[in-house]
Nanobody, 124 residues
Framework: VQLQASGGGLVQPGGSLRLSCAAS????????MGWFRQAPGKEREFVTA????????YYADSVKGRFTISADNAKNTVFLQMNSLKPEDTAVYYC??????????????????WGQGTQVTVSS
C-alpha cells in the first residue's frame, strides 16, 4: 500500500490542523493505521493508532484529549484532527499502516508502510 500524507503547515499555539493520509493499492478496511511524528534530532515517536475503523484508538499521553484519528473507508483516507496545538507538537508527521494489528502499536519498527511525511510547525 502507498500512503500520501498532506495537510501540514504553520499554525499558532492553540490552533488546529487536520492531516490526511490517502492510501492506494489496498483498502484500509483490514489494516491497522497510525500516525507517528519526528522532531529534529529526536527519534520517531508514537502519536496514535487504531486497529481498524470502529475500534477504540490509542493515543500518546502527550496528545490525548487534543488529537483524534478517524477514517473514511469510502475514500481510503485516514485523518488526524489536531486541536489545541502546542510548540512541542512541531514535527514531521508520518502516517503508517500494517496488514494486521500488533500489541506493539506504539513501536515504529512494527510498521512497514510509511507516507512521505508532512511538516507541522506550531509557532507564534
Amino acid at each position: 500500500v502507498q500512503l500520501q500524507a498532506s495537510g501540514g503547515g504553520l499554525v499558532q499555539p492553540g490552533g488546529s490542523l487536520r492531516l490526511s493520509c490517502a492510501a492506494s493499492g489496498r483498502p484500509f478496511g483490514g489494516a491497522a493505521m497510525g500516525w507517528f511524528r519526528q522532531a529534529p534530532g529526536k527519534e520517531r515517536e508514537f502519536v496514535t493508532a487504531v486497529r481498524r475503523p470502529g475500534f477504540r484508538p490509542y493515543y500518546a499521553d502527550s496528545v490525548k484529549g487534543r488529537f483524534t484519528i478517524s477514517a473514511d473507508n469510502a475514500k481510503n483516507t485516514v485523518f488526524l484532527q489536531m486541536n489545541s496545538l502546542k510548540p512541542e507538537d512541531t514535527a514531521v508527521y508520518y502516517c503508517t499502516a500494517r496488514l494486521h494489528w500488533t500489541t506493539q502499536y506504539y513501536n515504529p519498527a512494527q510498521y512497514d508502510n510509511w507516507g512521505q511525511g508532512t511538516q507541522v510547525t506550531v509557532s507564534s
